[in-house]
């Protein structure tokens, strides 16, 4: 589905309901990130990550909301430059703090139907999206930011998801989890 399109998602979650009868969790993943200065963004650039990275995730959490039944989990994706506010990732920043803003406000909206709803915001990890257009020392630089001196791995942050989305998480609601390895 493409998550920008409000009734791609609805079909999304119907295909899901009628293959499984229920949707228990749902990770809000997609997202794309374009580098560059603000000044120098076009509009068709910032438009793509406002699509995916913002109204993809509100589309993702809108219908979640009204699918999801007593105990269910959203986890939804930031990213660990929310904290860390570097010169070049101003537009994509910006969608991922108002992904963490919309997670709390959508936790206190679901108040009394025991649906967690949690952001996961992830630092340096060793995917395409992260290392497409780096150089080896710009990546070795990178590493080097975290006190454990390594990018993530897909599996750390998988693992912190695994948490929010299961019987662990039960008492986590509204939050962002910084999985970074000490970044911010």
Not at 65 to 79: D, F, P
Not at 132 to 154: F, N, Y
């Amino acid at each position: 589905a493409d998550i920008a399109r409000s009734e791609d998602v609805t079909g999304l979650f119907d295909a899901a309901i009628a293959a499984f009868g229920r949707v228990d969790v749902v990770v809000n993943n997609a997202g794309v990130m374009t580098l560059g200065p603000i000044a120098g963004m076009t509009d068709e650039v910032f438009d793509r990550m406002i699509a995916i990275n913002l109204r993809g995730s509100f589309n993702v959490m809108r219908a979640a909301a009204g699918r999801l039944g007593e105990g269910g989990r959203i986890v939804n994706l930031s990213s660990s430059v929310v904290g860390l506010l570097q010169p070049g990732y101003g537009p994509y920043a910006g969608t991922k703090a108002a992904v963490e803003a919309m997670t709390m406000v959508l936790a206190r909206e679901l108040r009394g139907r025991g649906i967690t709803v949690n952001a996961v915001a992830p630092g340096p990890t060793a995917t395409d999206l992260f290392l497409d257009g780096k150089s080896p020392e710009l990546v070795d630089r990178l590493a080097k930011l975290s006190p454990l001196e390594r990018l993530g791995t897909p599996g750390d942050i998988a693992a912190a998801v695994a948490f929010l989305a299961g019987p662990d998480g039960a008492w986590i609601d509204g939050q962002t989890l910084r999985a970074n390895g000490g970044v911010v």
